[in-house]
């Protein structure tokens, strides 16, 4: 009897400890916008598939910063609405095969994608600057970069399986975003 008291009482103490587990300690952060919002500076946690919470401490996480999660090894990273930034080298060097940028996102900062195994990425309408090689060395096969992307940077596709691009034809390209041999096709986009 007692051995089944024992063992209900490590339950219950288990149960209460999973219950107050918090993903979002998880996470080095910082407070950026006079303390209005929250930037994720590293990833503390065990998980290879990670989801990042919307709020930590009860305010909203809008930045990624820079290389907080490069080189973990991860396979899949969600990130909430409230994203607007995505710093230099924020998910490089891991094992990314998809990612959708949130609607919020208007910069990818340089390097912030590259070395992953991307075949797909959804680019948001909103999103204004990709910066020089965000997406370099990834098996992307095609993309449809949104009307409202004014710029560019140097390389930031090459190295991957492009067939076809499609970009806004406000764009001026300079030759060097894509690899030589592909197809990019420029139209007016919305």
């Not at 089944?4 to 993903?23: D, E, F, R």
């Not at 992953?116 to 600057?129: A, D, H, K, R």
């Amino acid at each position: 009897m007692k051995k089944l008291t024992l063992l209900i009482a490590l339950v219950t103490a288990l149960s209460a400890h999973a219950q107050q587990y918090c993903p979002e300690y998880d996470f080095e952060t910082i407070l950026v916008g006079g303390g209005a919002s929250v930037m994720i500076l590293g990833y503390l946690g065990p998980n290879l598939a990670v989801r990042i919470p919307p709020r930590i401490q009860g305010l909203p996480v809008t930045h990624i910063g820079e290389e907080a999660f490069a080189d973990l090894h991860l396979t899949s990273v969600n990130l909430p609405d409230s994203i607007i930034y995505i710093g230099e080298e924020a998910f490089a060097g891991n094992h990314l095969t998809s990612f959708t940028i949130p609607r919020g996102v208007t910069r990818i900062a340089r390097w912030a994608f590259a070395e992953n195994l991307l075949t797909s990425i959804t680019i948001p309408y909103g999103v204004i600057f990709i910066e020089e090689e965000a997406f370099l060395y990834n098996q992307l096969i095609s993309i449809y970069i949104p009307g409202s992307v004014v710029y560019i940077g140097s390389g930031a596709f090459m190295e991957n399986q492009l067939c076809s691009v499609t970009v806004p034809g406000h764009i001026d390209l300079w030759g060097d975003e894509f690899d030589p041999d592909v197809t990019v096709t420029s139209v007016l986009i919305h």
